[in-house]
């Protein structure tokens, strides 16, 4: 069955720093790979999204992540981190597209403080 | 283009009444999913429809239903309301099949509290 690990519930960076959100994905086949961010009282914005092909992923506010598929994982980065980052952020798999369905399974998120 | 459009935002229902959520997709979406959020089980997918068909299912009672009209809106009922079916409920509309980019597109939500 698909899966998704986030491991890190809370994390707190300080404002400048670089961030590192990690996540494991379980999945038979090429995965699809998001992830999204999440303001309290907001729905989720998608920052990056991995289908294929060049396994380094640029997303928007800055956000990259990186698909390693010898180790299951889709980590997300930030070389410096702004206050308006701290957010929920969910990493996200992806069954079929093109196809039947657009079902996520979400990890279980993290949620980023950011010290001034 | 206007965003996905859930209504109501909030509401506070009592235990064993009724509630039906609504959302209004993306001008051109024509795949609608609902997902549950709480603080214990996270966002679980609750179902997905397209051209008025459920095609996905999650592992949700039969309390839980949905549907979607010819326009491609989309209301989800819960029946018989539990203190446990207080959550986040997000709306996401996509594109579909060949035309699909992979995004979801979320509302906002709507809180509901089961008292």
């Known amino acids: 069955a698909q899966s998704v690990t986030q491991p890190d519930i809370h994390i707190t960076v300080s404002e400048g720093a670089s961030l590192e959100l990690r996540c494991n994905y379980s999945?038979?086949?090429?995965?699809?790979l998001f992830w999204y961010v999440q303001s309290p009282g907001q729905g989720l914005q998608l920052l990056l999204k991995?289908?294929?092909?060049?396994?380094l992923v640029q997303g928007i506010k800055g956000f990259e992540a990186e698909f390693k598929r010898s180790q299951s994982s889709f980590n997300l980065r930030k070389p410096s981190v702004h206050w308006s980052d701290a957010a929920e952020y969910f990493c996200?798999?992806?069954?079929?597209?093109?196809?039947?369905?657009?079902?996520?399974?979400f990890g279980t998120g993290t949620l980023l403080a950011v010290q001034p | 283009k206007a965003g996905v459009t859930q209504t109501p935002r909030y509401l506070i229902k009592t235990r064993g009444q009724q509630v039906t959520l609504s959302c209004s997709p993306i001008?051109?979406?024509?795949?609608v999913s609902w997902y549950q959020q709480t603080p214990g089980q996270g966002l679980q997918f609750l179902f997905e429809?397209?051209?008025?068909?459920?095609?996905n299912k999650g592992n949700f009672p039969g309390r839980f239903s949905g549907r979607q009209f010819s326009n491609s809106r989309s209301e989800m009922n819960v029946s018989t309301l539990e203190l446990g079916d207080s959550a986040l409920y997000l709306c996401?509309?996509?594109?579909?099949?060949?035309?699909?980019?992979?995004?979801?597109?979320f509302g906002e939500g709507s809180r509901l509290t089961v008292l």
């Open positions: 996200a798999v992806g069954a079929n597209y093109g196809g039947a369905t657009n079902k996520l399974i």
């Open positions: 001008s051109g979406h024509r795949s």
């Open positions: 999945y038979g086949a090429t995965p699809y």
């Open positions: 996401a509309s996509s594109l579909f099949g060949t035309e699909n980019t992979g995004e979801l597109f």
């Open positions: 429809y397209f051209s008025e068909t459920q095609r």
């Open positions: 991995y289908f294929s092909g060049d396994t």
